[in-house]
Every structure is written in C-alpha cells, then in structure tokens.
C-alpha cells in the first residue's frame, strides 16, 4: 500500500503510543478535521441496497471506534460506505479499568476489553441531533448498561431513544466484555430480546412513519446448534439481518507473545478464518434472503471479496486501520472494482455465496 509520506509518519507515530490513546489521538484529528477526506471511488456496481437503504459501497466502520458519535461524517468522508456509531448504553458508564486495549503486531491483531465505556444516550443524541440534516448512512449499536436490572430494558430504551435518527439498529449481544452479556444468545432469553425490541422499532415505524432496519451482532464462538437457533429466531422474528461476527474469546493460532494471555476479544487478522467460517454457516441456514454483514479479520481487498463470497452483503472493519492507516479503505474499494472486472461481474451480488459450501465446510 502506497501511503503519502505524511501518512505514513502520522500512523507510524500513531503505533508508538499505547493502543487506547492513539485511538482517542485519532478521533480528535479525525474531529478536528486533520486528517483529509478521500475521494471514494464511484463504482455502481458496489452498491447494495438492503432494506430501503442504498450504500454506495460496501464496505462500514465498525462500531467500537466511534462509541460516542463524534465522527461519523469524518469516517464517511475516508471513503467508507457507512459508519456504526456504539455501542451505546442508556447510561454512561467508564467501561473496565486501563489498560484495557492491546496491539499483537506479529499477528496483526487486536485484545480488547473496553465493558461498552461510552457517554450514554444523551450524549450521542445531541451529536447526531446536530447532523441530522446531513446525508449518509449511519447506523446505531445499542446496548445495556452492565448494573442494569433490566437488560432487555435497555436494548428497547435505546430503540426508542434513536428510532428517528438511526438508518438501522445493531442489537450488540455478542461483546465478551460485560458478564452474562452472551448469555442472551441463549434461544429462551434471546425470544425475549428480539420480541421487544421489534415491538419497540414497529410502533417508533407507526409514529415517525419510517421502518428503521434492526440486525443483531452475534459472536463467533457459538456452536453450531445454538448458531441454529439464533438464525430460527431471528427469522421468526423479522430481525431484518445479521452481522457476522464480534470479537472471540479463542487464543487458538497466536505467535504467543505475553500479550496474548489478556482477557478480552480478539478482532482482526487472527479472527478472519472463525469469523468466516461463522458467515457462510450463517447464510446457509439463513438463506438467500437474509441481509448478513461479514466481520473480522478484513485487511484487504482479497479477503473483503473472500468474505462476499462466503456470504456477506456489506463488510465492515476497523483493527485492521490499526496496522494499516485510513489508505486502506481506499484500497479495498479499488481493489474490490478489479476483482468485478476480473471476473466480468456487473454486481457484488453476483460473488456472494459462491464459495458458502467451501466455507461452511471448514473446521475453526
């Protein structure tokens, strides 16, 4: 990848810092306009239009870097064809103690164990008040406060909190890093989950007269009969799509740096095999209808087209800028145009699920 020079040096100086601050070092410059925007490339053939949503690519940030909301247009403006903003509690809460975020570098991944720290509905309410006269699609990925006695509760207060400003809804059930939170992928608890949350977005549909998608973020480390009931449900309760997956608690494959032993989840490249793995397994018991967002391990334009081939609609990723630098999204929309044109493809559509069987076939 061919960086500018000062690009370069900025993401160089970004690695000497520990993990946390230069994340918060690259919100501010992102904030403060610092870092230049970049022309996307202009390829209708990656469009995708999901649920009344039209993405002009297919490629989104991930929530997680932008929890509060502070940058949305920033990270459209990299080139991105959506953002997550999240995730977000009703509350604020300080998340769990520092350090709590690790760079692998020999394996190009991310340790994190952030617990949903975040400044709460209000906060990300006044940000997105502010730019909701402004085009682009910016999704919002709630979640519960971790001394909630009400989980479920909060999911549905967050529905209604963003319902007319959200182009969709992340359901975020699948962070290893508040207690019991996956606990609610459970069939019996996740019924629940779903039947509320769907009741909450129908009647928000009733009153701002527009359907706001909801997808439910799973994670990774599922067996494949509770993969099984998760697709049921959410197809039995017209949850409108997935995203595949959130970060692992396996430790399987690391070079064994101390680094490695931290709790927390594992994102990128580490994560790209399972993640994949869980996405075409996803899309085949889903079908061919369900919206799916492939997730983890994303780092180039070969493995952005692996994922839609294996199933995924729209991509999403973020540790991978960690190594990377913002030049990435760049070069995986651009490489993604020459992966079309190898193949004589007038759509993404037309790769996806080409190599589902391959993958779901795969062991993790």
């Not at 399972?274 to 018991?285: D, E, G, P, V």
Request: charged fraction near 25%; glycine fraction near 10%; charge should be neutral.
């Amino acid at each position: 990848m061919n960086l500018p020079w000062l690009e370069n040096a900025a993401l160089k100086g970004l690695q000497c810092l520990d993990a946390e601050t230069a994340h918060r070092a690259t919100v501010v410059a992102l904030k403060s306009g610092l870092m230049p925007g970049r022309k996307a490339l202009q390829d209708p053939r990656q469009a995708v239009k999901l649920c009344d949503l039209t993405f002009p690519n297919p490629l989104g940030m991930a929530a997680g870097f932008d929890k509060n909301g502070e940058v949305p247009d920033a990270l459209l403006n990299l080139g991105f064809g959506y953002t997550e903003v999240g995730s977000v509690t009703p509350r604020p809460q300080p998340g769990n103690p520092k350090p709590r975020v690790f760079r692998l570098p020999e394996d190009q991944g991310v340790i994190n164990r952030y617990g949903f720290n975040n400044e709460g509905h209000d906060a990300l309410r006044r940000r997105l008040d502010a730019r909701k006269k402004l085009s682009g699609i910016v999704g919002v990925n709630v979640g519960a406060n971790k001394d909630a006695d009400d989980r479920i509760a909060d999911y549905v207060a967050g529905i209604y909190r963003f319902a007319d400003m959200a182009s969709y809804f992340t359901v975020n059930i699948s962070s290893p890093n508040t207690p019991g939170l996956r606990d609610m992928q459970a069939r019996s608890v996740l019924a629940d989950l779903l039947t509320s949350v769907i009741s909450a977005r129908d009647e928000c549909t009733r009153k701002i007269g527009r359907h706001v998608p909801v997808l439910l973020k799973i994670a990774p480390d599922v067996a494949d009969e509770d993969l099984q009931d998760i697709v049921e449900e959410v197809l039995a309760k017209n949850v409108e799509g997935l995203i595949v997956s959130n970060t692992t608690i396996s430790r399987e494959g690391l070079s064994g740096s101390t680094t490695d032993r931290e709790a927390g989840g594992l994102s990128g490249r580490p994560l790209f095999r399972k993640s994949t793995i869980m996405l075409a397994r996803a899309r085949k018991l889903a079908g061919p209808d369900l919206p799916i967002i492939g997730v983890g391990g994303i780092d180039s334009a070969d493995t952005a087209w692996t994922k839609i081939e294996a199933g995924a609609d729209l991509l999403q990723l973020y540790s991978s800028l960690v190594f990377k630098g913002p030049a990435l999204v760049e070069e995986i929309i651009s490489g993604l145009a020459r992966k079309l044109d190898t193949h004589g493809l007038s759509s993404l559509r037309e790769a996806r699920d080409t190599s589902v069987e391959d993958w779901a076939a795969k062991t993790t």
